[in-house]
């Protein structure tokens, strides 16, 4: 088997196909002359062709702006200060420096040296040889995700293979007899001494380069992690790469990646900065497309669709042949994106009058259509795929209008921020407390049921005392934004803050005017936490006011919203300043998809539908 692949392989090294521009370079020539005149090994050889094959088309994306801000970024690291306030400097720079137009892609062929070529496929093909025994890659999982020595556009750099080597050597050492891979990966992926801090991604442009990253010990987005494990491990002689969501179909902009790793004839998924095992993680998720990075692949962005291994898909076939024109398009099919209007997750082939999608994920609203001029044009109105895999039409019936009350411009949870659901929930079981004596005695003003709003609620105090303190209570964690006490004439009461909170909580941030500003009570060994107020003279307390933590999507006060209805292109249906927390709007036609914009502030925005009650329906929910 082994002889006819490396017979199969010195084919395609003949083939026609070969770039001649790089068989003609000193870098090939040097390479080739090695293994076949010194080494000798022709496994090695068989190797460098095969990276020669495809090395044409690789190059590194360089931006002496990115190095810029991330010395800025190194620079805090050793004043030991928090990346974060370092954020407006990088704006700054990234807004004014006429270094942002200095921006080049590199080919790989004309700066990697031919003695590092050679120790590279030296040090992965011994890595490969030392474990194969024990991992089961074959030569051809070597080839495609051990000997490659990049995975995207990351900055080429000579010694990385190198330095991974040696520096994690133990860790391929352990696995040789480790007797359950997936706590093995885990526990070592967890031992990482990386801060992954995804707020800063928009603050450092494009991605680190692994040695950055080394010396940084930070990663601002999951692909720079990603990215620098997979060339770990492929040091160390295991088969990796790094698979990845385009977006997802429940974000406003966002997709995500994280590590595949063959292992025994499996393939892992895990993710890069937490090891969680992901094989079964994302079933039941709003995802469009899943890819593998292949080096040697050449179509799909040179990406390998792997969606099916992850989740139920379904396959379509869609009618345009009401659609004048369509055979300029290439057929695409794409998702939402706040910022960019459309992201094409994945191309189709036309059939007939038909556009035939394969794979495709299920609990998506996607837009069928095409490429025309480099540009992504929908052909027909917007389709949603059920949890079951059937097709919903959304289509407008102007014959059947509503009015409709919207209370959010975003779904409270998604793939990225599932905990939000737990935040109205935490305040469930707290209580409220007034006192004429620092709370030597006390009398309880209310406690909170089964809490599950995210709206700001008002709650009637019913006690006909007045008090000089009043503080709330709680056993288990709280998630607060907001916190007002309010007297006989319903103006907000101010005192001095009282509480027994953490050194790093900032209990002043409930109780100013900003709702996403908020404080997490932690509860130590099941102590009772309280924050409050403390007055000069007895306040008699009529009502209190409590926001639970929230992401600011909700409908708020003296904003201006616009709703909008998809019917070949966005239509509106008009513009209303909230004066309560949800807005109405009437004449809607029903069974189609809508956007809720918020012209005052905020971008996460994504279309929705309406379910059988008339509630704001999103997909993935």
């Known amino acids: 088997m082994k002889n006819i692949l490396l017979l199969f392989l010195i084919g395609i090294s003949g083939c026609s196909y ?21 080494d000798c090994n022709q496994e090695k050889e068989q190797a460098a062709l095969f990276l020669f094959e495809y090395m044409d088309s690789k190059c590194s994306y360089y931006d002496s702006m990115t190095d810029d801000a991330i010395s800025i970024l190194y620079d805090s690291i ?5 990346v ?6 990088v704006r700054i720079l990234i807004e004014n420096s006429p270094k942002s137009r200095d921006v080049k892609f590199v080919k790989d062929v004309s700066v990697i040296k031919s003695s590092d070529l050679i120790r590279h496929i030296d040090i992965t093909y011994g890595a490969w040889k030392k474990l194969s025994n024990v991992s089961g890659a074959s030569y051809q999982d070597y080839c495609d995700y051990i000997l490659p020595y990049r995975v995207g556009y990351e900055k080429y750099e000579v010694d990385n293979t190198v330095k991974f080597s040696e520096e994690y050597h133990q860790f391929r050492d352990n696995l040789l007899n480790v007797d359950s891979f997936i706590p093995a990966m885990s526990g070592f992926l967890k031992s990482l001494d990386f801060k992954y801090c995804p707020s800063l991604n928009k603050y450092y442009p494009n991605i680190f380069s692994p040695k950055q990253i080394d010396q940084a010990r930070i990663t601002p987005r999951c692909n720079d992690r990603v990215v620098y494990l997979t060339l770990v491990f492929r040091a160390l ?23 595949a790793i063959k292992w025994q004839g499996k393939w892992y998924a895990f993710d890069s900065s937490k090891g969680l095992y992901l094989n079964k993680k994302y079933r039941n998720e709003s995802i469009p497309k899943v890819f593998r ?30 659609v004048s024109g369509f055979k300029a398009y290439i057929p695409a099919i794409a998702v939402f994106n706040k910022f960019k209007g459309y992201k094409i997750v994945d191309r189709g082939i036309r059939k007939g009058s038909d556009l035939v999608f394969k794979n495709l994920g299920r609990r998506v609203c996607y837009f069928i259509g095409g490429v025309k001029d480099k540009r992504f044009q929908p052909l027909i109105n917007p389709i949603f795929i059920d949890s079951c895999g059937m097709i919903k039409y959304l289509n407008p019936n102007y014959n059947k209008l509503d009015t409709r009350c919207l209370c959010r411009k975003y779904p409270l949870t998604t793939r990225l921020y599932r905990k939000k659901i737990e935040w109205a929930k935490s305040l469930s079981g707290s209580w409220f407390e007034g006192s004429n004596d620092n709370f030597k005695t006390r009398d309880i003003l209310f406690k909170i049921g089964n809490y599950n709003s995210y709206k700001e609620e008002y709650f009637k105090i019913r006690s006909k005392r007045s008090y000089k303190a009043i503080r709330m209570c709680c056993v288990s964690r709280n998630e607060i934004a907001s916190l007002k006490f309010f007297d006989k004439k319903h103006n907000i009461l101010k005192g001095h803050i009282l509480h027994n909170l953490g050194e790093d909580v900032k209990p002043e941030d409930i109780f100013d005017d900003d709702m996403l500003t908020w404080i997490g009570i932690g509860v130590p060994d099941s102590a009772v936490v309280f924050v409050g107020y403390g007055f000069d003279k007895l306040q008699y307390i009529s009502e209190i006011a409590i926001q639970t933590r929230n992401d600011g999507n909700q409908i708020v006060v003296g904003d201006n919203y616009q709703l909008l209805f998809y019917d070949n292109g966005w239509k509106d249906l008009g513009c209303k300043t909230a004066v309560k927390q949800e807005v109405v709007f009437d ?23 309406f379910d059988g009650k008339g509630n704001q329906y999103w997909a993935g929910q």
């Open 587 to 609: 004449n809607v036609p029903s069974g189609g998809l809508y956007w809720l914009k918020n012209l005052t502030e905020g971008n996460e925005e994504i279309p929705f539908m």
């Open 293 to 322: 990075r292949k080096y040697s692949s050449i179509e799909n962005n040179k990406s390998v669709d792997v969606t099916n291994k992850y989740l139920d898909v379904v396959h379509i076939n869609i009618k345009i042949d009401t």
């Open 84 to 89: 974060l306030e370092k954020k407006d400097k």
């Open 237 to 259: 002689g295991i088969p990796t790469t790094y698979d990845y969501v385009p977006q997802w179909g429940n974000h406003h902009c966002s997709g995500h990646s994280w590590l």
């Open 18 to 38: 070969f770039p001649k521009d790089i068989t003609r370079t000193y870098l090939y020539k040097n390479v080739i002359h090695h293994y076949k005149k010194e």
């Open 78 to 82: 050793k004043q030991s200060k928090y």
